[in-house]
């Protein structure tokens, strides 16, 4: 059966296994990022704000948004219609997948023969892995996936350029490097910053199958000088004389870089484990309970993993000219991995990191094959066959594993279930499990979500079941002591994170909306002002902390002790520089009578707000009506 129909074969079977899963809920972050576009729908905001207001990453990823306004205005906005974009351009994906392994595999003297076929078995291991579901089911990931698929298209026309160079057609190679690769490289960036990667990716490929021609080596080396050494040497620049511009957020996290670092050993090996092997009930959204590496051997698999990607990079750059895709495949593996495995201050651990990594180890794998004699005796396949029908084994595998946990993503619920028996430590199984009981009325449901909460190991989870604890009694007209808040303060940390924010800033809604007997709103405030005040050594530039200066100054304002919300905004304001915060900062300017600071402050606000920024303008126009009224 020929490659191509083999490949289409594939990308049948994978809508059909994926489609169940296309009806399930939004996760997470999903509404967060998505809500704007339906407020672009209702005629609220302009697309202009959704496109470049969104405030993930370091670039706002804009492609990705403008993507979700299109989804949205042909199907509206709904689970549905963003599934099914990202399962389409998960099949995208694994076309420009194929044409960039099929190239590879071509380069490759031992498997260059059949290199439609070995490219469409590595394609159809990746469309049907179980681990890409949290990826394609995952609405917001199509950040994810829309930087992969750029990714690949940079690959594939760096790819078609070394062939031309190496033809002698020099000039339209000059224009796929040096115009084309920039361009698909920077529409990756403006969908997630992972797109970085691609010409250190190139550089794998280059040392893989090309290092050993000789023509248009200046060409080359111009490509590499230009697009990698220069952006590498202006990372280091930044960690030199400006650190905090990458890694301010190890001011918030509960490790340190050196600890990330460990741990991601420890992470790569149980990526790989899971990519040869997939583990499908251990999968899912709910890996915030890993725990770092705080030594070499704290844990001692940390050591293990550690020794164990050294050997097999030593082995691979072993193979490299005996089996070029072996080497290329591997460190395409770890290069991928280059923005979210290494020092930036994430996560630790989120399986759909590996959409784009996940080709490379396929591709090892499947390069292993060139070292098989072509001779070795069987008792009834041919080797080629005997590959095929293990290739085939594996394939099946991966579809039934991804059908299930396809029709486990139709609900909500199951997905919890599944969290919740191998992370029952997880903060976010648990919030997740009091959030769905109390929208189905269970009320003491999510009170033992929060109890166990309470129980746990990790202080912040106990901090977080408290301030959780306290709500939910709000939430029921209960008239809560500030005691009660109070407890969730004495074990407070001495840095703030974003799993406070959310907490704090519902307890605050509720309290404002309904009131909470006691505990008012100058209550909430104080007890804010004590969270800070124990975070004091923490850097003022930490999202988390002046997100949360940010919610005291509100509390304050709205209980009247202005003096006091205007301290806590000045320091948020200082410390971000971020609109909605100076627009609160004008607002008890005005309130305070302070018409000069405030009318200084709303000229620098009007200067940066875009015009398209209905929603910030409109707070400015409260202010100046405020001021007029003086």
Not at 267 to 296: A, W
Not at 437 to 459: H, I, M, V, W
Not at 522 to 546: C, F, H, N, T
């Amino acid at each position: 059966m020929p490659a191509r129909i083999v490949l289409l074969v594939a990308m049948t079977l994978t809508c059909l296994i994926y489609w169940p899963g296309l009806s399930g809920p939004f996760l997470f972050d999903d509404l967060p990022n998505l809500n704007p576009v339906q407020s672009w729908l209702t005629g609220e905001l302009s697309w202009q704000s959704v496109v470049f207001g969104n405030q993930s990453g370091m670039l706002g990823r804009p492609l990705s948004m403008a993507s979700f306004l299109l989804s949205a205005e042909l199907s509206g906005h709904s689970p549905y219609a963003y599934k099914l974009g990202n399962l389409a351009i998960h099949l995208g994906c694994g076309f420009l997948g194929w044409q960039v392994i099929r190239r590879l595999l071509a380069q490759d003297q031992r498997l260059s023969t059949n290199s439609d076929l070995f490219a469409t078995i590595v394609v159809a291991l990746w469309l049907l892995h179980p681990i890409n579901v949290s990826t394609v089911l995952y609405s917001v990931q199509r950040m994810a996936q829309l930087s992969t698929l750029f990714v690949l298209a940079s690959l594939w026309a760096y790819l078609a350029a070394r062939r031309q160079l190496i033809d002698g057609k020099t000039r339209r190679a000059l224009l796929g490097l040096f115009l084309l690769f920039p361009l698909l490289v920077f529409a990756g960036l403006m969908s997630k910053e992972n797109a970085a990667v691609a010409p250190a990716l190139c550089l794998v490929i280059e040392l893989a199958y090309f290092v050993s021609r000789p023509k248009s080596n200046r060409t080359v080396q111009a490509f590499f000088g230009l697009f990698l050494l220069l952006p590498g040497l202006a990372v280091i620049g930044v960690l030199i004389t400006t650190p905090d511009r990458l890694l301010s957020g190890y001011a918030e996290r509960d490790f340190t870089l050196i600890e990330r670092l460990l741990s991601q050993t420890r992470v790569l090996m149980d990526y790989i484990g899971t990519v040869l092997i997939p583990r499908t009930p251990l999968l899912g959204l709910y890996t915030d309970d890993f725990q770092p590496s705080t030594g070499l051997l704290s844990p001692p698999t940390t050591l293990f993993s550690l020794l164990a990607l050294l050997a097999i990079s030593t082995g691979a750059i072993a193979l490299r000219k005996r089996a070029p895709s072996v080497f290329a495949g591997w460190f395409f593996f770890l290069v991928a991995h280059g923005v979210e495995s290494s020092i930036l201050a994430l996560e630790l651990y989120f399986e759909h990191r590996n959409y784009l990594p996940a080709f490379g180890l396929i591709l090892a794998v499947v390069g292993l094959t060139s070292l098989v004699p072509k001779d070795l005796p069987t008792n009834v396949f041919t080797p080629r066959q005997l590959g095929l029908v293990i290739a085939a084994g594996f394939a099946l595998s991966f579809a039934f594993a991804t059908g299930g946990r396809a029709h486990v993503w139709q609900a909500e619920d199951l997905i919890l279930e599944q969290g919740l028996k191998h992370h029952p430590d997880s903060m976010r199984a648990q919030l997740v499990r009091a959030t769905i009981a109390l929208r189905t009325g269970e009320t003491q449901a999510s009170y033992d979500a929060f109890a166990d909460l309470l129980a746990s190991k990790n202080p912040r989870n106990r901090v977080i079941g408290r301030i959780s604890w306290v709500t939910l009694d709000c939430m029921r007209g209960i008239d809560v002591p500030p005691s009660d808040l109070q407890r969730a303060l004495i074990e407070a940390r001495s840095k703030l994170s974003m799993a406070e924010v959310p907490a704090l800033r519902l307890l605050a809604r509720v309290v404002k909306e309904q009131g909470c007997g006691r505990l008012t709103d100058s209550a909430i405030a104080d007890g804010i002002s004590v969270m800070l005040e124990k975070a004091k050594d923490q850097p003022d530039y930490s999202r988390s902390k002046w997100l949360t200066r940010f919610l005291a100054a509100e509390m304050f304002l709205h209980a009247g002790r202005t003096a006091e919300a205007q301290e806590q905004a000045e320091l948020a304001w200082r410390a971000s520089g971020d609109l909605p915060t100076g627009a609160l900062l004008a607002n008890i300017y005005a309130v305070r009578k302070m018409r000069p600071e405030a009318e200084r402050l709303l000229t620098v606000l009007d200067q940066r707000m875009g015009s398209y920024d209905t929603q910030g303008r409109a707070e400015l126009a409260k202010t100046k009506a405020l001021l007029d009224q003086q």
